[in-house]
């Protein structure tokens, strides 16, 4: 369970940080993404990233 926490904690952390970067229009990747300069996807992906440090967090106690 610990792995699958780590994995996902990663991933979600990641996939936030883009999220953010695409929301607040630093990553203007891919062109043809409907995320572009949109603050609510920028939202949506800090809140990603919160459960992703959460999924780590937990892993971590988990793992001593």
Known sequence: MTT???IFGIAALLMGG???GQGLGLI????????LAQTQW???GAGLML????ALWR???RGR
């Open 4 to 6: 699958i926490l780590r």
């Open 18 to 20: 883009l999220w953010v």
């Open 28 to 35: 203007m990747w891919p062109s043809s993404s409907f995320m």
């Open 42 to 44: 920028a939202y949506i």
């Open 51 to 54: 459960i992703g440090v959460l």
């Open 59 to 61: 892993a971590g106690k």
